[in-house]
């Protein structure tokens, strides 16, 4: 039975009354989404750089150049003023019957409101098109189980962030690939403030005219900022949207990008395994988290791990892992960094990861590196002589003495290259302490700039260490770092790998070197 109208589409569930009618109902959904809609798409541009879909077969993401400006597009089936009237008056029906519960996951939630839809179509007596049906779905749907006219952009995958920074301004999104760049989104101010109070609730939280300014999770790979009308930003109300990967970067992501070098993982794979504690720094948005978490990989999968972090965004294939949040209530942080990390020191673990170092919690951090435990941490620098004079000036004030225990510090940048974003590590350094205190530095690996590649620096501190642990000679320990990089280059031609199965030969390799040593 061939289905053009709202007509045709009850009188074929009608005609199944044996099939449940969810199921009637899920035929229906499934011929909307044969539809081709981009035929629907308003948009002429005449030079296009990417064009890819967001939410198929709906929405489509174009990315344009004009005039060296380039702007990301959001497609959307467009809809008449007919149409338009009819979602206003849905919209109002749903809102006063339906009631979406968390028990059930997004796909069960997506089928029982289609079906309150075309129920609700019907009782109002409309007869449309089934097209017409499609695109007046894809807007209930992206009003009441998604974020309204962003939803698409939070499906890109190339997206990492989004911000709206006042009315009537274009909202901006960061892809991986053109940085920075505005939208064709913009919102009137009474769009905006009612939208960022359905983020605010979204997230568990709370902004008003008393309490302006809001953080919070609205998934866990999804961080929002907000701000409400004029009170705190001159130019209105304002939200500011992570996102993080779904599935976890890992070591092989990073040297196939050439963020790092093999040699300077295969290092860290073999420092991470030995117990070396460090530091990763870098500005913003220059991976700090991703590389905390690729790294995390060569932790032995069966060490008890404890992770700290405000909003969770490090995810690690190991069983014996405990993630611990910050926790807000009205507003207020009433769990704290600094009460986490201590909490986790009562746990004994051997690993101890910390999403970010920000304040008073950096001692306690190092006190937990002088009483033994590994730990990995970021903290917000532009290099490594500037991390080491906040950390030890106000109002962190960690004393010199307590650098001993660290052994590693990484540096990380975000760089544009032939107008691309890019992120790169700088450096990697031993960090030692002498007898009267002072801090130096030893490069061990080092970012040739002109080249675009890193050179090692074979002279270390740390390898002596573990060398000593092993039973083995230093040039016996260069030789097994330079194995370690092969094989991490051969299976970073051989991806995709997930997490378990990496993890799985980073294991394999790990027997195998402990058998034959």
């Known amino acids: 039975m061939k289905i053009k109208t709202l007509s045709d589409a009850i009188a074929m569930i009608k005609a199944k009354i044996k099939k449940p009618k969810e199921q009637n109902f899920e035929e229906l959904l499934e011929k909307i989404q044969e539809i081709d809609y981009s035929k629907f798409y308003d948009f002429e541009c005449k030079d296009v750089l990417d064009r890819y879909w967001l939410d198929r077969p709906f929405s489509m993401a174009v990315i344009c150049e004009n005039n060296n400006d380039i702007t990301y597009n959001v497609l959307e089936p467009k809809i008449s003023k007919e149409e338009f009237c009819v979602i206003e008056k849905v919209h109002r029906e749903l809102m006063d019957r339906v009631i979406l519960k968390n028990s059930d ?29 499609g695109r007046i779905w894809y807007h209930i749907r992206n009003h009441f189980l998604g974020y309204e006219r962003i939803d698409p952009i939070l499906k890109d995958p190339y997206i990492e962030d989004i911000s709206c920074n006042g009315y009537n301004l274009p909202v901006y999104v960061f892809h991986k690939a053109y940085g920075n760049i505005p939208t064709n989104i913009t919102y009137t101010a009474e769009e905006l403030d009612r939208f960022i109070l359905k983020l605010s609730q979204k997230a568990g939280t709370q902004v008003s005219l008393e309490t302006p300014l809001a953080d919070g999770s609205i998934s866990e790979k999804t961080r929002v900022q907000l701000t409400y009308r004029k009170v705190v930003s001159s130019k209105g109300s304002s939200y500011t949207i992570r996102k993080f990967s779904e599935e976890p970067i890992t070591p092989l992501d990073l040297i196939s990008w050439n ?25 913003t948005a220059s991976g700090k988290t991703t590389m905390l978490n690729a ?81 990995y941490s970021t903290f917000h620098a532009g290099d490594v002589d500037s991390a080491i004079k906040r950390f030890i000036h106000d109002p962190i004030n960690v004393p010199k003495g307590m650098f001993t225990p660290l052994d590693l510090m990484m540096c990380l940048s975000l760089e544009y290259i032939k107008g691309k974003v890019v992120r790169r590590m700088d450096s990697l350094n031993e960090v030692s302490v002498d007898a009267e205190g002072r801090i130096s530095i030893n490069p061990i690996f080092k970012r040739d700039e002109a080249k675009d590649l890193f050179v090692w620096h074979e002279s270390s501190k740390v390898l002596p260490e573990i060398c000593k642990v092993l039973g083995i000679r230093y040039k016996e320990a260069l030789t097994e770092i330079k194995k370690r990089a092969e094989f991490l280059k051969e299976l970073a031609k051989n991806r995709p790998y997930n997490m378990e199965k990496l993890i799985g030969e980073i294991n394999e390799y790990r027997r195998k070197f402990y058998e034959s040593s």
């Open 105 to 133: 996951g997004i796909c069960d939630k997506e089928k029982f409101l289609f079906g309150e839809f075309i129920q609700t179509l019907e009782r109002l007596g409309y007869e449309l098109s089934i097209e017409s049906i």
């Open 259 to 283: 963020t790092v070098s093999a040699e300077a993982m295969a290092f860290l794979w073999l420092a991470i395994e030995y117990r070396k504690n460090m530091v990763i720094i870098g500005g």
């Open 295 to 375: 790294i995390s990989f060569f932790i032995p999968h069966n060490s008890k791990i404890v992770s700290l972090e405000d909003t969770r965004e490090i995810s690690l294939p190991h069983k014996n892992w405990l993630p611990l949040v910050t926790r807000e209530v009205d507003g207020r942080t009433r769990v704290e960094m600094f009460d986490l990390l201590k909490a986790a020191l009562r746990q004994r673990p051997e690993y101890i990861i910390v999403g970010e170092i920000r304040g008073r919690e950096a001692i306690t951090l190092f006190q937990a590196m002088n009483t033994g435990h590994v730990v």
